[in-house]
Structures are given as structure tokens and as C-alpha cells.
T-cell receptor, first 114, second 108 residues
Framework: DTAVSQTPKYLVTQMGNDKSIKCEQN?????MYWYKQDSKKFLKIMFS???????INETVPNRFSPKSPDKAHLNLHINSLELGDSAVYFCASSQWEVNTGELFFGEGSRLTVL | RKEVEQDPGPFNVPEGATVAFNCTYSNSASQSFFWYRQDCRKEPKLLMSVYSSGNEDGRFTAQLNRASQYISLLIRDSKLSDSATYLC?????????FGPGTRLSVLP
């Protein structure tokens, strides 16, 4: 049973389209994250939610909108896709007060914008 | 200056070698420190936490120097299966900041 699952795993789309990536965790964690890993393999945080509240919002274009319907889900919607959005997007979760440093990652969603 | 810096490598070492990775961080308010491992086209996974007193887990030893804002990872007796990218991670609050990673290839 996958702890952090994200769909779709692969996404190929045209510039200008809108797409969504979904993420779910069954670990009972209260904090979820979206990270972007670009072609240079640099893993950069985009958003973090704790109990459905946005707590980290790095400098990300407002074309990216996260939504957390409940603490087990954190979806990412991207409007007007651009070539530079091509990357692997990782969802992750952790438990806030425990803070062991263990982020549990999903397998990643590889987005290619043509 | 990036918040977390690492030597990108790649480090190409023979099996059985000892290899050391270095990492520096810029935010003196950082609270916790970790090494993650990422295999090719896979998600990152926690390798070990790094404590001020230094800690060891089998062939892996991690060290932290808060005064110099420096973290290290030593791998002894390298195995082929150690080939991966090693990511230095620094935490403050609930923000986990990843370094760019150091790629290791262990050769037969």
C-alpha cells in the first residue's frame, strides 16, 4: 500500500494548457509539500500545507495553485503551462511536531511541456 | 549564495573505497540536518539524520560542525549499490531545504 501516491506519473502536454497533479498520503501526517526538481536535478520547495493551511509559499508564479481539501490530500493545479515548467514534481508528507526530518516522497510526476 | 551547497561530483570510486561528501549551509538558524539518497529517476529517501556529536550507521558516518555551518558524510567500503545522488538537507521550522546533491558512482 503506497504511503504517498501521486497521479499522473507522466504528463505530456502543450504550452498554454492547464493541468493538475494529485497527491494523497495514507500515513496520517499533518504536513504536505510540493517540490520541483528541474533538469539540473535541483530539488526546490514550492508549497507546504499543515492541516490544510498554507505555511510555505516560495516564489512560485501564481499560475501554480495548490489545493488541500483535507490533510491527506494536496493537489497542484498549473495554468497556462510554459516550457520552463517541464520538471519532475514531487509530493511529500511529514508529521510536524515529530520533526524527525523524514519526508516521505511520492514517486514523482514527470511533466513535459511541448 | 545558495542556502545549501555541495560538491556536485561526480565521484567515481572503486568498490571498497572510502568516500567523503561535504556540505555547507548559510542559514545559522537551521535546526536539523540530514542526508538523503536519490537513485536515478526515483524519489529521495532519508539516509540518516546528522547530530552535533556525530553519528554512525553501519558504513555511513555523518558529522556536523555548527560553528562552521558544515556537514559531512563518510561512506566506508563502498558497494556498487551505493551509487546514487546524495542530498544534504537542512531544516528550519517546517522548511526542508535540499542541496543540489553529489553524484556517486561506485565502479566494479
Amino acid at each position: 500500500d503506497t504511503a504517498v501516491s501521486q497521479t499522473p506519473k507522466y504528463l505530456v502536454t502543450q504550452m498554454g494548457n492547464d493541468k493538475s497533479i494529485k497527491c494523497e498520503q495514507n500515513l496520517g501526517h499533518d504536513t504536505m509539500y510540493w517540490y520541483k526538481q528541474d533538469s539540473k536535478k535541483f530539488l526546490k520547495i514550492m508549497f507546504s500545507y499543515n492541516n490544510k493551511e498554507l505555511i510555505i509559499n516560495e516564489t512560485v508564479p501564481n499560475r501554480f495553485s495548490p489545493k488541500s481539501p483535507d490533510k491527506a490530500h494536496l493537489n497542484l493545479h498549473i495554468n497556462s503551462l510554459e516550457l520552463g515548467d517541464s520538471a519532475v514534481y514531487f509530493c511529500a508528507s511529514s508529521q510536524w511536531e515529530v520533526n524527525t526530518g523524514e519526508l516521505f516522497f511520492g514517486e514523482g510526476s514527470r511533466l513535459t511541456v511541448l | 549564495r545558495k542556502e545549501v551547497e555541495q560538491d556536485p561530483g561526480p565521484f567515481n570510486v572503486p568498490e571498497g573505497a572510502t568516500v567523503a561528501f561535504n556540505c555547507t549551509y548559510s542559514n545559522s538558524a537551521s535546526q536539523s540536518f540530514f542526508w538523503y539518497r536519490q537513485d536515478c529517476r526515483k524519489e529521495p529517501k532519508l539516509l540518516m539524520s546528522v547530530y552535533s556529536s556525530g553519528n554512525e550507521d553501519g558504513r555511513f558516518t555523518a558529522q556536523l560542525n555548527r560553528a562552521s555551518q558544515y556537514i559531512s558524510l563518510l561512506i566506508r567500503d563502498s558497494k556498487l549499490s551505493d551509487s546514487a545522488t546524495y542530498l544534504c538537507v537542512v531544516n528550519y521550522g517546517q522548511n526542508f531545504v535540499f542541496g543540489p546533491g553529489t553524484r556517486l558512482s561506485v565502479l566494479p
